[in-house]
């Protein structure tokens, strides 16, 4: 039987399981590790110039191709707790990332060693399996079931700590034998489908929402070919963004109180029936639930049994992977249509589209400074199908969601259950990595563009390039809409006036140093014909330089962007309404008045 340290067992896992990347800082108590690491090979590093920035690289690579698995990698006692947030980030979203982190030898864990913390108890909440391997000899098998557990029922992250006396012992192990374990997905049965399918017959005005679990099963052709079947419009959630193109004639719109479209809320105030797969009915998706239910049955498909319910009592509900339920839901709809016994929604269908031709939100200002639904217009002319992006929250995200347009799954790319701020950069480093061929576009505003702005570095140094739209009001944004509730405007303010950069006025940092500083190229705009422009120009400078390029577009300090307080029939608009084409000249479908 073979011999090695339980640290090069592990590796040699990792490569049998798939991984060919990992983001990651190194130190003393994970060097073993490390050592393993560059003796293998096989394993592409890429060094992070902060731990919790690593976690968000792994997410951004897991989440731009089915099956991929993002591993982050750290030493012991900060490096682990700096990679919560990317726990909580991956759980909150069905992510499967694999968190390595060394630790103190055994015999000092709990005796006060430097940097030797319990973070397997700490990771434990966000994690589906957090654990300390005390015995080497139990390395493969925890390793082995980690890729069981991240891949098996609704899709999450693990953590592995490792102490390095563990790391370094010998144990008896043989890669060449190495199976990963089975995967285990619920399955819908034909008799469950068929009753579902039975109370979307019945039915008058029925939607289907797509969640981000159609898009995690890989599942989106299916679900274009059910609704297409079936004639049935249907709600991205927006995880789920992407699962059916925005140009469909079957695509109703996205729904919520903030990442949502006019015409989404209203095609859905218009339904009898829901039919959601993958989804998790998240509040900033249903608002008030008097208001989302009222009027209207449901059927909710989930991987995760207890999901369903747990928001509210579907009138049915199915446990499976939302893959093996459309490949069941398509093969029914397909017999039912052979006998004619499914009905004509075309009228329905028809009557969603006409709403989105109608209902439209104006992005055609000419204001300087400059609005930023003016950024969204030229960034969809400047952006096409092929484009991955990448954001997490604010009123950037909110906004770029509800004038966007995605074609593809797996092309909006955005943090949505946890959404903290400084995921943007190193999130967008993570997909380039994953897709080195395909145009990858971040979006952040000012704030979370500062968060982890040192990530730069790392796309500098290992040549990954990308476009950021930066959209500065030296504002955070979001919170200062949200603080007209209390009538305050309260610690908010990101301005001040720059001694180096007086040109600036008081929008403060000055990003296009700081880009430029961390060896990236940066491009300030401060008028909207510049934009488009700007945007071409960010193209080629990423492909000659092969680094991110920055462009920073200045806006007005004030801006409400479209929300709800907390029902989906009462969006504040704000803005002017696009009342002519020219108005919302990018939209999907022209105006129509």
């Excluded at 300390?132 to 029922?153: D, I």
């Excluded at 401060?526 to 488009?532: F, G, N, S, Y």
Aim: aromatic fraction near 6%; proline fraction near 6%; charged fraction near 20%.
């Amino acid at each position: 039987m073979p011999r090695m340290t339980a640290a090069r067992a592990a590796v040699e896992i990792l490569k049998r399981e798939g991984v060919t990347n990992a983001f990651g800082v190194p130190g003393a108590a994970i060097n073993p590790f490390y050592a393993a690491l560059k003796a293998s090979g096989g394993i592409n590093h890429t060094l992070a110039r902060h731990v919790e920035g690593a976690s968000h690289m792994a997410e951004g690579y897991t989440r731009t191709h089915p099956g991929n698995i993002g591993v982050c990698i750290g030493t012991s006692g900060p490096a682990g707790t700096d990679m919560i947030t990317g726990l909580y980030s991956a759980i909150g979203d069905s992510i499967p990332i694999l968190c390595i982190t060394g630790q103190a030898p055994v015999a000092r864990i709990h005796k006060e060693d430097f940097q030797a913390v319990d973070i397997a108890s700490i990771a434990k909440p966000v994690t589906k399996a957090a654990t300390t391997v005390l015995e080497a000899a139990q390395v493969p098998g925890v390793f082995q079931q980690a890729f069981h557990l991240m891949r098996s029922g609704r899709p999450g992250p693990v953590l592995i700590d490792l102490p390095i006396d563990v790391q370094l012992t010998e144990i008896e192990f043989d890669p060449e034998t190495y199976e990963p374990l089975p995967v285990y997905r619920p399955v819908a049965t034909r008799a469950q489908v068929e009753k579902a399918i039975g109370l979307l017959n019945e039915s008058e005005r029925p939607l289907i929402v797509a969640g981000g679990g159609v898009i995690n099963a890989d599942a989106t052709d299916l679900l274009v070919e059910f609704a297409e079947l079936t004639g049935t419009p249907v709600v991205p959630t927006l995880m789920g963004w992407g699962a059916i193109a925005d140009d469909h004639e079957l695509n109703a719109g996205m729904v919520g109180l903030q990442t949502s479209h006019r015409y989404g809320n209203a095609n859905f105030l218009e339904s009898d029936f829901v039919l959601g797969i993958g989804n998790r009915w998240a509040n900033r998706h249903t608002g008030s639930l008097d208001v989302y239910t009222k009027g209207r049955k449901f059927v909710h498909v989930d991987i995760e049994p207890t999901q369903i319910g747990k928001i509210f009592a579907p009138d049915y509900g199915i446990a499976s992977d939302a893959r093996a339920a459309l490949e069941l839901f398509v093969q029914v709809a397909k017999e039912l249509k052979a006998e004619g016994r499914l009905p004509d929604r075309s009228a329905w269908a028809a009557s969603t589209q006409e709403r989105r031709a109608t209902l439209q939100r104006r992005t055609h200002f000419d204001n300087v400074p400059m609005k930023p639904q003016r950024v969204y217009e030229e960034m969809n002319k400047a952006f096409g199908p092929e484009t991955r992006y990448v954001t997490t929250i604010g009123l950037s995200q909110i906004a770029g969601a509800q004038m966007l347009h995605v074609y593809k799954p797996r092309h909006w790319i955005n943090c949505g259950q946890a959404g903290p701020l400084g995921w943007t950069i190193p999130a967008a480093l993570g997909v380039a990595t994953a897709d080195p061929e395909t145009p990858v576009v971040a979006l952040s505003g000012d704030y979370d563009f500062q968060f982890m702005i040192e990530e730069l570095a790392v796309g500098a140094q290992h040549r990954i390039p990308y476009v950021h739209v930066l959209v500065n009001n030296a504002y955070l944004g979001l919170i200062r809409q949200a603080q007209r509730n209390f009538d305050i405007d309260f610690q908010v303010k990101l301005e001040f006036e720059n001694i180096n950069s007086p040109e600036l006025g008081v929008y403060g940092v000055d990003h296009v140093k700081v880009a430029e500083g961390l060896g990236c190229k940066a491009i300030r705009v401060t008028e909207p014909d510049q934009l488009l422009p700007a945007l071409e120009e960010a193209k080629k400078l990423a492909a000659e330089y092969r680094v991110p390029v920055i462009v920073e577009a200045i806006l007005e300090r004030v801006t409400n962007i479209a929300m709800a307080a907390a029902d989906i029939d009462k969006v504040n608009e704000f803005e002017e309404l696009a009342t002519e084409p020219g108005h919302a000249p990018t939209a999907i479908r022209p105006l129509t008045v």
